[in-house]
T-cell receptor, first 111, second 111 residues
Framework: KQEVTQIPAALSVPEGENLVLNCSFTDSAIYNLQWFRQDPGKGLTSLLLIQSSQREQTSGRLNASLDKSSGRSTLYIAASQPGDSATYLCAVITGGFKTIFGAGTRLFVKA | DAGITQSPRHKVTETGTPVTLRCHQTENHRYMYWYRQDPGHGLRLIHYSYGVKDTDKGEVSDGYSVSRSKTEDFLLTLESATSSQTSVYFC??????????FGSGTRLTVV
């Protein structure tokens, strides 16, 4: 059974810091991995989608990597800003509609 | 999110009454999903659809039914609402090889 773990559960950093969020999964047989952000009381906004044949994706200050052999994905946020404060979730898409979401990392960026 | 809307955004209902939530998409995506999100449980799949009139159960389907009579609409019905169904409900869509796009959510309170 696929299990998805996100560490840390919460993180507080000063503005301008570069940071890494982690997503670990137990079964390397995945189709895609997707990163989302969720603001309080809001829906999930897609940040990056990494297909199984890819190793990373970049969008602006965000970079996500995928290492299936080690069961790990990381989301790198460069030069963090207070507006980056949100909960970040990873979703491991394994096909057969068995997408497993991590519990999320709550990020707070202090001005 | 653009291309997917949920209604209503908020609803308060009494125990024992039926409730229907609507998800509408304009992306012509084949796959549609209903999730609920609760503190401590994360996102859990209720039902999903892989085409018109083609639906199946997720991990927490008891007490819920769905219907999809058109590609663009996916309805979630709580047959007889209970307090344990108080939650935030999210609809999502996807297509082959793509990630998920989520709606803004419906906050349902059963009193």
């Amino acid at each position: 059974k696929q299990e998805v773990t996100q560490i840390p559960a919460a993180l507080s950093v000063p503005e301008g810091e570069n940071l890494v969020l982690n997503c670990s999964f137990t079964d390397s047989a995945i189709y895609n991995l997707q990163w989302f952000r969720q603001d309080p009381g809001k829906g999930l906004t897609s940040l990056l989608l990494i297909q199984s044949s890819q190793r990373e994706q970049t969008s602006g200050r965000l970079n996500a990597s995928l290492d299936k052999s080690s069961g790990r994905s990381t989301l790198y946020i460069a030069a963090s800003q207070p507006g980056d404060s949100a909960t970040y979730l990873c979703a491991v898409i394994t096909g057969g509609f068995k997408t497993i979401f991590g519990a999320g990392t709550r990020l707070f960026v202090k001005a | 999110d653009a291309g997917i809307t949920q209604s209503p955004r908020h609803k308060v209902t009494e125990t024992g009454t039926p409730v229907t939530l609507r998800c509408h998409q304009t992306e012509n995506h084949r796959y549609m999903y209903w999730y609920r999100q609760d503190p401590g449980h994360g996102l859990r799949l209720i039902h999903y659809s892989y085409g018109v009139k083609d639906t199946d159960k997720g991990e927490v389907s008891d007490g819920y039914s769905v219907s999809r009579s058109k590609t663009e609409d996916f309805l979630l019905t709580l047959e007889s609402a209970t307090s344990s169904q108080t939650s935030v409900y999210f609809c999502a869509i996807s297509e082959e090889g793509t990630g998920y796009t989520f709606g803004s959510g419906t906050r349902l309170t059963v009193v």
